[in-house]
């Protein structure tokens, strides 16, 4: 079982940046690939990007690359999600998951709101 907790959520501008993070309990964080979903009001949610177990992969969706970057630190059990260049239609409640593979996401968040500004 693995427990994720995200954070750095909030309210920005467009063009400018916030940086999300996900704390997962356990010692076999470094075990899971990890995920960012995202959800705006009214939508599917959707793929944002992932990083394998090791880091050594990383995906985006079209929509994010060249301004979000997805890292993680298995040190301290954490997923992050830098997101500059930011646009209104990055609104949503985003969500982290971690999977086997970057295709199956097993557990998951309860999310944290962003919200841009334009």
């Known amino acids: 079982q693995v427990h994720l907790v995200e954070s750095g959520g909030g309210l920005v501008q467009a063009g400018g940046s916030l940086r999300l993070s996900c704390v997962a309990s356990g010692r076999t964080f470094s075990r899971y690939a990890m995920d960012w979903f995202r959800q705006a009001p009214g939508k599917e949610r959707e793929f944002v990007a992932g990083?394998?177990?090791?880091?050594?992969?990383?995906n985006y969706a079209e929509s994010v690359k060249g301004r979000f970057t997805i890292s993680r630190d298995n040190a301290k059990n954490t997923v992050y999600l830098q997101m500059n260049s930011m646009k209104p239609e990055d609104t949503a409640v985003y969500y982290c998951a971690a999977g086997l593979s970057i295709a199956t996401m097993t557990f998951w968040g309860q999310g944290t709101q962003v919200t841009v500004s334009s």
């Open positions: 990083i394998s177990w090791s880091g050594g992969i990383t």
